[in-house]
T-cell receptor, first 117, second 118 residues
């Protein structure tokens, strides 16, 4: 069965430090999609990135970067020069297909990031 | 473009009652998925609707049901509430305007409805 593991339950850093959130996944699908979502205290899940399984090119968006390594089934997320506003719970998710081209999201347990001033 | 909206944002009910939660997807999105978030079980898939049809359902008892209307708005209903139903219920909508939810579609989430069962 599909599974996503986020081993880091909580991380605390001081502002301006770099921080990496780990994500390891298990799937039998040959084509799949990986996602990162941010959940601030308000509760809404904010979409950050989607990566498909056949594209291992790393991506950078401002202070955010993602490292996808199929060989180790990992999709790690790095925040450079963290800011207090980055404090949130971050979820890694994997697509699980059903009924043709439809899918549901399998979420990891989340990593709570606290950025202290 | 307005995001996914969910109403109400907060609900307090007592055991045995029933509750209906509402979700309005992003304009043009035709698929709506529901997820339950609890401290113990995390985020779990409830069901997904497309064109007023339930296409898949997660591992939840029959007390959990839903429906979708012709304008893509969706409701979920929980009957005979139990204490364990206390959770944040999140709704997500997906593009495209075509007839199928593809693997490349991203699910965009609403702010959730926080249900407390006393």
């Amino acid at each position: 069965a599909q599974k996503v593991t986020q081993a880091q339950t909580e991380i605390s850093v001081v502002e301006k430090e770099d921080v990496t959130l780990d994500c390891v996944y298990e799937t039998r699908d040959t084509t799949y999609y990986l996602f990162w979502y941010k959940q601030p205290p308000s509760g809404e899940l904010v979409f950050l990135i989607r990566r498909n399984s056949f594209d291992e090119q790393n991506e950078i968006s401002g202070r955010y970067s993602w490292n996808f390594q199929k060989s180790t089934s990992s999709f790690n997320f790095t925040i450079t020069a963290s800011q207090v506003v980055d404090s949130a719970v971050y979820f890694c998710a994997l697509s699980e297909a059903y009924g043709g081209s439809s899918y549901k999201l399998i979420f990891g347990s989340g990593t709570r990031l606290l950025v202290r001033p | 473009k307005a995001g996914v909206t969910q109403t109400p944002r907060y609900l307090i009910k007592t055991r045995g009652q029933q509750v209906t939660l509402s979700c309005s997807p992003i304009s043009g999105h035709r698929s709506v998925s529901w997820y339950q978030q609890t401290p113990g079980q995390g985020l779990q898939f409830l069901f997904e609707y497309f064109s007023e049809t339930q296409r898949n359902k997660g591992n939840f008892p029959g007390r959990f049901s839903g429906r979708q209307f012709s304008n893509s708005r969706s409701e979920m209903n929980v009957s005979t509430l139990e204490l364990g139903d206390s959770a944040l219920y999140l709704c997500a909508s997906s593009p495209p305007a075509s007839g199928r939810l593809s693997r490349t579609d991203t699910q965009y989430f609403g702010p959730g409805t926080r249900l407390t069962v006393l």
